[in-house]
């Protein structure tokens, strides 16, 4: 038997580890621009929750308990603008395990395309591979995909590596394509609630899909919005029958999320005031450094949401990380989301205020 591992590509971050050793020798230490991992602390509020419910013996709901599901509702309706049932909601053992696995959940079979963005997080390509299945990349879904095969279509809006965002009128033509031919779409949508330059909207919104949800999910994450990275906290929402399968499928190979997280969660999805906290603060980093990075040469495109800035300077980009590494700055090479980065890094602006500040002087 072959062992999955050999079917899948190298893990890309392992070939930035020499530039990550040559950022560390800086005289004043390494400025990581390359994961956008939190670093700024858990919110008092999210953490009260966690120690309250700390004394949890019980196994936990792989639905999540009625708290958890009225409160991610709640916010789909209060934030997204979308109607959306408790019972049409699941959490998440963080949204990359969703990525991972959703088409061996969904019983897809070999022979069958798994489509998504040709510049993307790499764990779409990942979780079609371990099911066997055939990776597809796009432009544009409607035009460049064959609707026979495509069973699961993946959309990222707002997108990782870009920042780029898809508006409602071209959602909702991807949307109908998709219904007319028995595709199953799904938005990760994590970046949602951190757009600069617009106002990112959602797969679930009834301006895209009408008063249904059919054939539809929305995948989402607290790691960026509450700093929860280390909770391995999100939720997706969407076609009640499609979350009921999901649902039948995790509770016999015990996908739970524990549930003190599960309360931290109602605290976090219900609480605005650290998310605006956290939204300025990244808001603040962003500026600076997009301005100090196109004084250091580079055209930054798309954007306008997201943690991110996607940036060339009309170079190969590994040329770009190595001349960066020799200022102590390590940024990650479009190369990792799909061929077409191969002139652009991404510089993520989850350092925090002091490392952003020396990476502004070292690019001056």
């Keep these: 038997m072959r062992p999955v591992s050999h079917r899948l590509p190298v893990f890309p971050w392992d070939r930035l580890e020499p530039y990550k050793t040559a950022a560390a020798a800086h005289p004043d230490g390494i400025v990581d621009l390359s994961v956008g991992t939190p670093v700024d602390p858990v919110p008092d509020v999210i953490r009260e929750a966690l120690a309250a419910h700390s004394d949890s013996p019980g196994y936990p709901l792989t639905w999540g308990t009625a708290a958890l599901r009225e409160a991610i509702a709640g916010w789909f309706g209060r934030r997204l603008g979308a109607a959306v049932e408790p019972a049409a909601t699941l959490p998440l053992i963080g949204s990359k395990e969703l990525v991972g696995w959703l088409p061996t959940l969904l019983g897809l079979e070999p ?18 591979l371990v099911a066997r299945t055939e990776p597809v990349t796009y432009r544009d879904p409607v035009a460049d995909l064959d609707p026979a095969r495509v069973k699961l279509l993946w959309l990222n809006t707002p997108g990782n590596p870009t920042g780029a965002t898809l508006g409602a009128a071209e959602l909702a033509r991807i949307v109908a394509w998709a219904r007319t031919h028995g595709i199953v779409v799904v938005s990760d949508e994590c970046y949602i609630e951190l757009g600069w330059e617009t106002e990112p909207v ?9 008063d ?13 919005r509450s700093n929860l ?11 009640p029958a499609l979350v009921r399968e999901l649902l039948a499928i995790r509770k016999h190979t ?21 998310v605006d906290e956290q939204r300025e603060r990244y808001g603040r980093r962003r500026a600076a450094l997009r301005e100090a990075i196109t004084g250091a040469g580079f055209t930054v495109e798309h954007s306008e949401a997201s943690l991110y800035l996607w940036a060339t300077r009309g170079e190969p980009c590994w040329e770009t990380v190595g001349a960066l590494s020799e200022l ?19 510089f993520a602006f989850t350092a925090t205020d002091e490392r952003v500040e ?5 690019l001056a």
């Design 229 to 239: 990275a280390g909770y391995r906290a999100a939720y997706l929402a969407g076609d």
């Design 254 to 274: 015990g996908m739970i999320l524990p549930y003190p997280v599960q309360a931290a969660m109602v605290a976090a999805l219900g609480d605005q005031a650290h």
């Design 111 to 128: 022979g069958d395309q798994v489509a998504y963005p040709e510049l993307a997080y790499p764990t779409y390509e990942i979780g079609a």
């Design 212 to 224: 249904s949800h059919d054939g539809l999910l929305s995948v989402h994450s607290l790691s960026k």
């Design 202 to 210: 959602s797969v679930l919104h009834p301006s895209v899909c009408g």
């Design 358 to 362: 020396q990476a502004v002087r070292r």
């Design 328 to 346: 102590g700055i390590l940024v990650a090479p479009g190369e990792f989301y799909g061929p077409a980065g191969k002139d652009f890094v991404r």
